[in-house]
């Protein structure tokens, strides 16, 4: 006969599993998503949001700048208010309580200290699901922390837990029966995307298809900032090229891939470059231009009043430009010309800078 305290003690353990592994998205959605939205607001004056709307929703765009903050703020709540993270939440929670119960009331039933009201899994599941736990729990942590948080994520953790269990027992399968556990555990530790180029590998072996490589190239990777594990982010949000962070939704991109919007806009000024100059813009990087921004503030200045310090100095600048890239003077001009008058550079320094005959500024 069970007492009632060994029943307690197995649902407390329950709870505090659960509560642990759901507290970093409670802590995002109380303390996180505010500052994340806090990020692009500061990030787009009145002005740069009216523009927003002109560049990327001109079906939404309102007739006053006015109208444009306000538009802005309820577009954002629309498409990446917290609502959004309340079915892939609700959907964790019940994957969650059902694998941890089971886990948990399967170990104390084999230690006769309760009777598993339900059905004892085996070590291999038991192991695969431990390990899964341990993943998802770390990976929110971590993304609470760094405020990388999207309700994708969560819908992510719940695959892990659902697929936990086959995974164990497909890798279990062809290991010993003593380390079949440990492999269980070590693969449910995996982030998925690593289990699943694992699976890909042993397939492709097995089939004799040969080696696959998942490696992309692009130039992307060559703009200041990116990175082995930002090129992935940008990966997960379908931004391969150097043109298509050229011409992303900053705000979209910002949201999606939980990346700065202030890192999000510096990409796209050096990848707006990049597709002019390609290597070119490491030449110029140490004088001074090192994207769009920097390029269209130069042009402003070469187009000022005769006489003016900004155009001398703008002058005396163009030829050690063209030096540093190896070409004529007037061809340089000509690609600095057309970088400058882009729509999404004009875009971009308005976010920097803002536009001076806004009366918001």
Known sequence: MVSP???????????????????????????????????????????????????????????????????????????Y????????ACILTAVAIISVALVILTSLDERVYLTNPFFNLEQSAVAAIAGAYLWVLNDHISRARRLDFSPSDLAWAS?????AIPMGYAFAAVASESSGPFIAFALGAFPLTGVLSILRRLGSKRLGLGDTDDEMSDDIN???????????????????????????????????????????????GQALVWMYLEEGLNCIRPLGLRGAYEIKCLIDEFDEAEGSPARSRALSAMPLYAKALQQDQATVQIAFRQIAEDPFTVFLYNVWYGDPTSPTN
């Open 159 to 163: 695959l892990r837990f659902i697929v």
């Open 5 to 79: 305290i060994h029943e307690f003690v197995g649902a407390s353990l329950v709870f505090v599993a659960v509560a642990a592994l759901l507290a970093p998205t409670a802590r995002y959605l109380t303390v996180g998503w505010f500052a994340k939205r806090k990020d692009i607001m500061d990030g787009l004056g009145s002005s740069a949001r009216l523009m927003y709307f002109q560049m990327f929703s001109p079906s939404e765009l309102p007739d006053k700048t006015t109208a444009a903050a306000n538009a802005f703020e309820a577009m954002y709540t629309k498409w």
């Open 222 to 268: 060559k703009l200041q900032g990116i990175n082995k594990v930002i090129l992935e982010r940008l990966a997960n949000e379908d931004v391969l090229t150097v043109t298509q962070i050229a011409y992303c939704d900053p705000v979209r991109l910002t949201m999606r891939s939980n990346l700065s919007f202030n890192f999000i806009t510096d990409c796209m």
């Open 81 to 88: 208010g917290r609502r959004l993270y309340l079915v892939p």
